[in-house]
């Protein structure tokens, strides 16, 4: 099904027809951390989200996430998904990030080519 789009000033998001979702924050502000468990549906997707958050010693986040469907173009801004084939995309300086990431896609599809099983990790920042 291809993605509607809503026009806005700031941004040209796609419309997100299904989402549910259930899930749990727990935060210790005494240790300084939190963490979250999220699953359910999204863009026709089911998830899995997982994070935790320590600010002791120092500021790090951890995010493990799953999802069986991921159609990377819609959520790129008009003629980015060709920039970011070609390698003229600007992406953030997330080197410096406190993070730690892993990202699992069952079916990627970027600028029409769909790959299987898609696997993104970042391990960025000091670990503390």
């Known amino acids: 099904m291809p993605e509607r789009r ?15 979702y259930k899930g749990a ?5 005494a240790a300084g951390s939190a963490s979250g ?18 600010s002791a010693p120092a500021p790090f986040l951890t995010a493990r996430m799953a999802l069986d469907r991921l159609v990377l173009d819609a ?17 953030p300086r997330w080197q410096d990030w406190p993070l730690s990431a892993e990202l699992r896609v069952g079916t990627l599809v970027f600028r029409g080519l ?9 391990n960025a920042g000091m670990r503390p």
């Open 75 to 91: 959520y790129l801004p008009a003629g980015e998904a060709s920039a970011a084939a070609s390698g003229g995309l600007s992406l």
């Open 37 to 54: 468990q999220f699953d359910g549906g999204f863009d026709h997707s089911r998830f899995d989200l997982a994070w935790t958050w320590s």
């Open 25 to 29: 924050v727990r935060a210790e502000p």
């Open 114 to 122: 769909t790959s299987q099983d898609a696997r993104l990790d970042i």
């Open 6 to 20: 809503r026009e806005d000033a700031v941004l040209d998001m796609p419309v997100v027809e299904h989402q549910d």
